[in-house]
């Protein structure tokens, strides 16, 4: 029996914690991007098993947070520009 079905779960959750403790604003862009990638592509390979119900709507849960971090990033652009990279 392999491990393996835990590895796609554990990387969508480390990459959806990193998008949403993320500081540098020069970053959170390609971190939200990166864990929605991620979790879409869990719940792909998880639809056709009915037993990942609960992990699927934990990435759903996920998909929520990262779409309301985008909007607010957006707004954030729009109103004081693109973020610079940190220095140090």
């Known amino acids: 029996m392999s491990t393996d079905s835990a590895i796609p779960q554990l990387d969508w959750k480390a990459l959806y914690q990193l998008a949403v ?3 540098d604003p020069a970053k959170l862009s390609q971190r939200i991007s990166d864990a929605r990638s991620v979790i879409l592509d869990r719940i792909q390979e998880t639809l056709a098993t009915p037993s990942h119900y609960l992990e699927r709507q934990e990435l759903s849960d996920a998909l929520n947070g990262l779409r309301v971090l ?8 729009q109103q004081y520009g693109e973020p610079r990279q940190r220095m140090g």
């Open 21 to 23: 403790t993320e500081q």
């Open 70 to 77: 985008r909007q607010e990033y957006d707004r954030r652009v």
